[in-house]
């Protein structure tokens, strides 16, 4: 028999698991509406303190996926997101490898306009990574892309919730100014967005990537743009709004056709249900290989990586 949490949430099925609780596919019987929760116990301080903070930040815009609301129950703590049913970049990556140039260019339109609204918002993500990029399932058409998991972001200028001197981030996407302790800027994001780009691109992990010509059938613009936005001196790194503007060129529109073999499926759909699961363990696996470094370089504080099955948050330290 499902549970009922706080008189108002139906826990249908758990659907992940991770380092600080499990996720559930739950029914609000308010909202009459199924979506992602996460449990956490109260004991664990610095996933709440997160979480918490995740629900003071309300950034409105059609590719920025916030959190829908909270409950409490003795001595746990529920979150709802809403479910994005295609899964994320992580895993569409690496199912197909090296994604079609002009499917790149429309996924970084769409995450350099929400970037811009988030920096409007005086906040900087600082974990921009294919993970926390997050797919509605729109077959072989046009992608619609959700920049999610605000867990470590921070306002310009304000208090952060990491300990002074360690680094926070996903090594491959941090900017080299963070990894050297500097403060989180706008240009940080830029940089983490365009490490996102040349993963896309070439399906090899960003800082293996070299910055020479464009690959074969990879239009110059895109590249050249993938690259001025990964310049390490961040003074010299291309802005988002001079990317995005770059980005909308003619020679990158989208059009009928241009996803190539690629679809983002229902991750839901029956038929995709035990591939999904197949998928999100293996990337599950590599993503925090991914932000665990030698003690000797970095120590890394994870936030939330994205469930890739279902498009919310699970937390990864």
């Known amino acids: 028999m499902a549970e009922l949490f706080a008189g108002r949430y139906l826990l249908l099925e758990p659907i992940g698991e991770g380092g600080m609780g499990t996720v559930w596919r739950v029914e609000d019987l308010k909202r009459n ?29 059609p590719h920025v996926l916030m959190p829908l609301g909270w409950a409490g129950e003795d001595d746990r703590v529920l979150f709802t997101m809403p479910i994005v049913a295609g899964g994320s970049l992580a895993t569409l990556v690496g199912d197909y490898g090296a994604l079609p140039p ?46 999610s998991d605000f867990g470590i972001a921070v306002e310009l200028d304000g208090p952060r919730f990491t300990e002074t001197g360690l680094v926070t981030g996903t090594p491959g996407y941090l900017a080299p100014e963070l990894a050297a302790l500097g403060d989180p800027a706008p240009a940080s994001d830029a940089y983490s967005l365009g490490s996102v780009g040349l993963h896309l691109l070439t399906g090899v992990r960003p800082q293996d ?32 709004p001079d990317a995005l503007a770059r980005l909308e060129a003619p020679e990158l529109a989208w059009h009928d056709g241009a996803a190539g073999e690629v679809e983002v499926f229902d991750h839901f759909a029956p038929e995709h249900t035990d591939e999904a699961e197949r998928l999100h363990q293996s990337e599950s696996d590599a993503d925090g290989a991914d932000r665990r470094l030698n003690s000797r370089d970095l120590v890394v504080f994870g936030s939330f990586g994205a469930l890739m099955i279902v498009g919310i948050l699970l937390l990864l330290l």
Not at 104 to 124: F, K, M, T, W, Y
């Open 33 to 61: 509406r199924v979506v992602a929760a996460k449990i956490l116990r109260q004991s664990h301080s610095t996933s709440l303190l997160r979480f918490v903070r995740e629900q003071s930040l309300r950034i409105h815009h």
């Open 102 to 147: 002009l499917f790149v260019a429309e996924i970084l339109r769409q995450i350099a306009s929400a970037l811009i609204a988030v920096h409007d918002g005086r906040l900087v993500h600082r974990d921009v990574k294919p993970a926390n990029i997050l797919l509605d399932a729109t077959g072989a058409g046009r992608p619609h892309a959700y920049l």
């Open 209 to 240: 990537v070299a910055r020479g010509a464009a690959p074969n059938g990879v239009p110059s613009s895109l590249w050249d743009t993938l690259v001025a936005l990964t310049e390490p001196d961040p003074q010299r790194r291309m802005s988002l």
